[in-house]
């Protein structure tokens, strides 16, 4: 079983950036052989996968919603995905989660191929 813990969250302009992270542990979760993905919820809207990274970190995918701001990446030396967020906007305000992916998983943009959630991080970005 994994735990995802995500952090770097806060208040940012319209305009700014922001990284967030997600530190995975597990005893028995080898964090470089798994795709990962960012995910943010709005309030009253449904969860939206934003970004993906394949196991190898060769393969990324990209909502068209942050496709040219947003860039997710991996160490993992350190069991930890990041999300570069710039040039943000209102409509990203939200509640961003990590989740695992799949063995040996590709960037994938699908959804069902994403479980075990961290609790989320709140980035607001003001106008």
């Known amino acids: 079983q994994v735990q995802l813990v995500e952090s770097g969250g806060g208040l940012v302009q319209a305009g700014g950036s922001l990284r967030i992270s997600c530190a995975a542990s597990?005893?028995?979760?080898?964090?470089?052989?798994?795709?990962m993905g960012w995910f943010r919820q709005a309030p009253g809207k449904e969860r939206e996968l934003v970004a993906v990274?394949?196991?190898?970190?060769?393969?990324?995918y990209y909502a068209d919603s942050v496709k040219g701001r947003f860039t997710i990446s991996r160490d993992n030396a350190k069991n930890t995905v990041y999300l570069q967020m710039n040039s943000l906007k209102p409509e990203d305000t939200a509640v961003y989660y990590c989740?695992?992916?799949?063995?040996?998983?590709?960037?994938?943009?699908?959804?069902?191929?994403?479980?075990?959630w961290g609790q989320g991080t709140q980035v607001t970005v003001s106008s």
């Open positions: 989740a695992q992916g799949q063995k040996y998983g590709r960037a994938s943009g699908s959804r069902a191929d994403f479980g075990s």
């Open positions: 597990g005893r028995t979760f080898t964090f470089s052989t798994y795709s």
């Open positions: 990274i394949s196991w190898s970190g060769g393969g990324t």
